[in-house]
């Protein structure tokens, strides 16, 4: 039997551990005790370990068939280049701001098959991008998803399922669009509108830098763009911090002591962002790609309205399973390609994709018109 090691045994990485123990000896690793207790024992191995630590990170994972990454954004680029260096392939969701590609060279010397941004939005969306750019020619792609609790509490109305400072980091984090084969950068949080969905009503969609990979692997695409959904209301209260100087990274001098407000920004809102035991949430993503197909202008809908379930939170379920189905494809041979891998290049793996999430009742609902 294959064996897997998952880095991160947070609330998706304990899913994806969790998923791939069903087939796999999977081990669990993660610098919290906290964490790796809540995980379900009978089927895996913990580890209590702190995988920045390049030399205990390499003699970890020395044994291991697959890496599977599922760290805070800030640690996803060091960690995915210290596994490449051990020359083990790997899948990873951690949204790091570094550029992936840079890590394509060593990859590729290593022989080493490398699939990053694997989760829901950059993840799945991306498939769905590379199935259809395989059969049409795309004019435009549209992307609006979110995570969003049930119940709204005052005065976020949102919980975190990733780490607070990865949030935080798409809301200062310059966002990237196309427009006319054009790259547009504006501000986070900017150009928000009010969109209606079937079974949620209004929310509030602004620019985020979801993109990613795609700016770059998708140039002849003219118009490209993502935007992050939440309740309305939720970005003014954003707004004020950030322009408040409460997500800044550079140190102040609190009364003698140098702090980041970054750092005391996150602290104070965790606890408010945390979901807790009985939390729900749901998942919602629209994907709209428009283009010509066999000589006749189309247009392709898409989706997604996903709810906790199995005692399992929405986002950790659409994020966490796109990335063990991405994971079983390499554990079986049915994807090798060396070097890095942005989500857009399965998308000849789009049906594989999708039956694996259906399985798992994370449907996607395709609308096509002519």
Same mark, same amino acid.
């Given at each position: 039997?294959?064996?897997?090691?998952?880095?991160?045994?947070?609330?998706?990485?304990?899913?994806?551990?969790?998923?791939?123990?069903?087939?796999?000896?999977?081990?669990?690793?993660?610098?919290?005790?906290?964490?790796?207790?809540?995980?379900?024992?009978?089927?895996?191995?913990?580890?209590?370990?702190?995988?920045?630590?390049?030399?205990?990170?390499?003699?970890?994972?020395?044994?291991?068939?697959?890496?599977?990454?599922?760290?805070?954004?800030?640690?996803?680029?060091?960690?995915?280049?210290?596994?490449?260096?051990?020359?083990?392939?790997?899948?990873?969701?951690?949204?790091?701001?570094?550029?992936?590609?840079?890590?394509?060279?060593?990859?590729?010397?290593?022989?080493?098959?490398?699939?990053?941004?694997?989760?829901?939005?950059?993840?799945?969306?991306?498939?769905?991008?590379?199935?259809? #750019?395989?059969?049409? @020619?795309?004019?435009? $792609?549209?992307?609006? *998803?979110?995570? +969003?609790? !049930?119940? &709204? =509490?005052?005065?976020?109305?949102?919980?975190?399922?990733?780490?607070?400072?990865?949030?935080?980091?798409?809301?200062?984090?310059?966002?990237?669009?196309?427009?006319?084969?054009?790259?547009?950068?504006?501000?986070?949080?900017?150009?928000?509108?009010?969109?209606?969905?079937?079974?949620?009503?209004?929310?509030?969609?602004?620019?985020?830098?979801?993109?990613?990979?795609?700016?770059?692997?998708?140039?002849?695409?003219? #118009?490209?763009?993502? @935007?992050?959904?939440? $309740?309305?209301?939720? *970005?003014?209260? +954003?707004? !004020?911090? &950030? =322009?408040?100087?409460?997500?800044?990274?550079?140190?102040?001098?609190?009364?003698?002591?140098?702090?980041?407000?970054?750092?005391?920004?996150?602290?104070?809102?965790?606890?408010?962002?945390?979901?807790?035991?009985?939390?729900?949430?749901?998942?919602?993503?629209?994907?709209?790609?428009?283009?010509?197909?066999?000589?006749?202008?189309?247009?392709?809908?898409?989706?997604?309205?996903?709810?906790?379930?199995?005692?399992?939170?929405?986002?950790?379920?659409?994020?966490?399973?796109?990335?063990?189905?991405?994971?079983?494809?390499?554990?079986?041979?049915?994807?090798?390609?060396?070097?890095?891998?942005?989500?857009?290049?399965?998308?000849?793996?789009?049906?594989?994709?999708?039956?694996?999430?259906?399985?798992?009742?994370?449907?996607?609902?395709?609308?096509?018109?002519?």
């Amino acid at each position: 039997m294959k064996k897997i090691v998952v880095l991160g045994a947070g609330l998706v990485g304990g899913v994806m551990a969790d998923d791939l123990s069903k087939d796999y000896k999977v081990t669990s690793v993660d610098i919290s005790k906290k964490n790796l207790d809540k995980l379900n024992s009978d089927n895996m191995k913990k580890i209590c370990l702190d995988i920045s630590n390049t030399k205990l990170l390499h003699e970890l994972i020395s044994d291991f068939d697959l890496v599977v990454g599922a760290v805070p954004g800030f640690m996803g680029y060091k960690m995915m280049r210290d596994v490449i260096e051990a020359k083990k392939n790997i899948v990873d969701i951690s949204f790091y701001p570094e550029d992936p590609f840079g890590l394509d060279e060593l990859a590729k010397k290593n022989n080493v098959v490398a699939v990053m941004d694997c989760g829901v939005a950059p993840g799945m969306g991306n498939v769905i991008f590379g199935h259809h #750019n395989e059969n049409m @020619k795309i004019s435009d $792609y549209e992307c609006l *998803v979110g995570g +969003l609790p !049930v119940k &709204r =509490e005052w005065p976020y109305e949102y919980q975190a399922v990733f780490s607070p400072i990865d949030v935080i980091e798409e809301y200062i984090r310059p966002a990237r669009y196309v427009q006319n084969k054009k790259i547009i950068i504006r501000e986070a949080l900017s150009d928000t509108e009010l969109v209606e969905f079937d079974e949620i009503g209004t929310l509030e969609s602004w620019n985020s830098d979801g993109l990613r990979s795609l700016i770059k692997t998708m140039p002849h695409v003219p #118009n490209m763009i993502e @935007k992050t959904l939440r $309740y309305p209301g939720c *970005v003014e209260y +954003l707004k !004020v911090l &950030r =322009e408040s100087g409460f997500f800044s990274y550079e140190e102040t001098d609190v009364n003698g002591v140098k702090i980041r407000p970054i750092d005391l920004t996150s602290k104070l809102l965790f606890p408010k962002w945390e979901m807790k035991e009985g939390d729900k949430d749901f998942t919602i993503m629209r994907i709209i790609i428009k283009g010509v197909e066999q000589n006749k202008e189309v247009t392709y809908q898409y989706n997604l309205l996903d709810r906790y379930q199995d005692n399992t939170i929405s986002m950790a379920r659409t994020t966490g399973f796109t990335c063990t189905a991405v994971a079983n494809l390499i554990l079986e041979g049915k994807y090798s390609r060396i070097g890095i891998s942005p989500p857009e290049f399965l998308g000849k793996h789009y049906k594989y994709i999708s039956d694996y999430l259906s399985k798992r009742n994370v449907i996607y609902k395709m609308k096509k018109t002519i």
